[in-house]
């Protein structure tokens, strides 16, 4: 059954989501067949699929270029394009940025980050019948500026959070992402908010969770990140079939009767 924005706005406060990030058709089919209800096409492509050391040199042509995958792959899944850098400084970039992600790639909303800043950003791509996603939080987008830094640890910064979570509220979001957020304030935001909210190393106490495909699959040569999980360690297997792949051809035991016309 397909979800739509409606579907997944709905099932706020209900039973948590987990819902992945993934970047081509064959990560989003896995995504399809295990019942993913949405998949966001993360400008993390840039770091995990790309091989940058931020996400910042992402541009619109590359993400709509894997969105027009994920969405082949996943039919079923709310299929969500992430703004990348710089494509909604002014709200005519957003509106044309967010246009080429519903009408060239098929998504079906789009994620921007950012709170007060861009409630107004917000409004006007929900005017035109765009659905976004905020992101609050930890904003990769900004590590330049402010780093990795944990948020909701002061009382200020609690509060600063809370105003962001109602301006992408009142701006017409429907969903928001709570970046390392420390759990108690992700808690409460949750209870102050009547959209989803969707935790990326924010506690289980929001109404859905974000994870990495690649993370979840184990498919990256290091450590999974704190905020990951691995649930298989994909990336070892796959070393060790490409390994006797070779040993077998060097061997002359591939092709054999059965692999050749």
């Known amino acids: 059954m397909k979800w739509t924005v409606r579907k997944f706005r709905a099932a706020k406060g209900g039973e948590p989501l987990g819902l992945v990030t993934a970047y081509d058709f064959?990560?989003?089919?896995?995504?399809?067949?295990?019942?993913?209800?949405?998949?966001?096409?993360?400008?993390?492509?840039?770091?995990?699929?790309?091989?940058?050391?931020?996400?910042?040199?992402?541009?619109?042509?590359?993400?709509?270029?894997?969105?027009?995958?994920?969405?082949?792959?996943?039919p079923d899944a709310l299929v969500v394009g992430d703004m990348p850098f710089l494509s909604y400084a002014t709200v005519p970039e957003a509106l044309r940025n967010a246009g080429r992600f519903l009408?060239?790639?098929?998504?079906?909303?789009?994620?921007?980050?950012?709170?007060?800043?861009?409630?107004?950003?917000?409004?006007?791509?929900?005017?035109?019948?765009?659905?976004v996603q905020a992101h609050i939080g930890l904003q990769p987008q900004s590590v330049k500026s402010t780093g990795y830094a944990v948020r909701?640890?002061?009382?200020?910064?609690?509060?600063?959070?809370?105003?962001?979570?109602?301006?992408?509220?009142?701006?017409?979001?429907?969903?928001?992402?709570?970046?390392?957020?420390?759990?108690d304030v992700a808690a409460a935001l949750t209870a102050r908010t009547d959209i989803p909210t969707i935790g990326v190393g924010s506690g289980s106490a929001c109404d859905a969770q974000y994870l990495v495909?690649?993370?979840?699959?184990?498919?990256?040569?290091?450590?999974?990140?704190?905020?990951?999980?691995?649930?298989?360690?994909l990336a070892d297997d796959a070393v060790a079939a490409i390994s006797r792949y070779r040993e077998e051809v060097a061997a002359r035991a591939f092709p054999d009767a059965d692999h050749v016309y």
């Open 152 to 183: 909701g640890r002061t009382p200020e910064d609690a509060a600063a959070l809370e105003a962001d979570l109602d301006a992408v509220t009142a701006a017409g979001a429907f969903s928001v992402v709570l970046e390392c957020v420390v759990p």
């Open 213 to 233: 495909l690649a993370d979840l699959l184990g498919l990256g040569d290091g450590p999974a990140p704190k905020l990951a999980k691995a649930y298989a360690h």
């Open 103 to 131: 009408r060239e790639a098929g998504c079906d909303a789009v994620k921007i980050e950012g709170g007060v800043t861009k409630a107004a950003t917000i409004r006007a791509l929900v005017d035109e019948g765009i659905p």
């Open 26 to 74: 064959l990560t989003a089919r896995m995504a399809q067949r295990a019942g993913v209800p949405l998949v966001l096409v993360g400008d993390s492509l840039s770091t995990t699929a790309l091989g940058h050391s931020t996400t910042i040199p992402a541009t619109m042509d590359v993400m709509v270029h894997h969105a027009e995958a994920v969405r082949r792959g996943a």
